[in-house]
Every structure is written in structure tokens, then in C-alpha cells.
């Protein structure tokens, strides 16, 4: 879980950089997919649990 909250808080971080410095889109771009990929990881997480209780 700490894993989860460390890659949402640098993909917020890319977010607001690339969202306000002029010239740096990309990071917010970045910023967007890695919180994407943050929340199918997590999605994963909890769908393996569940089948595991069944």
C-alpha cells in the first residue's frame, strides 16, 4: 500500500509541475499515466484478494 500512495503522490507532483510550468506539458502527461497505472495496479491488488477468499 505504501508503494501505491509513493506513485500517486509523484504522479500528483508531475501533474501540478507539467500543469504550471511553462514548457514542461510532458510531465503532466506523465503525471496522468502514471496515475492510471497506479489505480489498474491497485484494481489488481484487490481482485487477486477476492478470488483468493473464494
Same mark, same amino acid.
Given at each position: 500500500? @505504501?508503494? &501505491?500512495?509513493?506513485?500517486?503522490?509523484?504522479?500528483?507532483?508531475?501533474?501540478?509541475? *507539467?500543469?504550471?510550468?511553462? *514548457?514542461l506539458?510532458y510531465?503532466? &502527461?506523465? *503525471?496522468?499515466?502514471? &496515475?492510471?497505472?497506479?489505480?489498474?495496479?491497485?484494481? @489488481?491488488? &484487490?481482485?487477486?484478494? @477476492?478470488?483468493?477468499?473464494?
Amino acid at each position: 500500500m @505504501s508503494l &501505491f500512495l509513493l506513485v500517486l503522490v509523484i504522479a500528483i507532483a508531475l501533474g501540478i509541475i *507539467g500543469a504550471v510550468a511553462d *514548457g514542461l506539458l510532458y510531465l503532466l &502527461f506523465i *503525471g496522468i499515466v502514471l &496515475f492510471v497505472v497506479d489505480l489498474l495496479l491497485l484494481g @489488481s491488488r &484487490f481482485t487477486r484478494r @477476492s478470488r483468493a477468499h473464494r
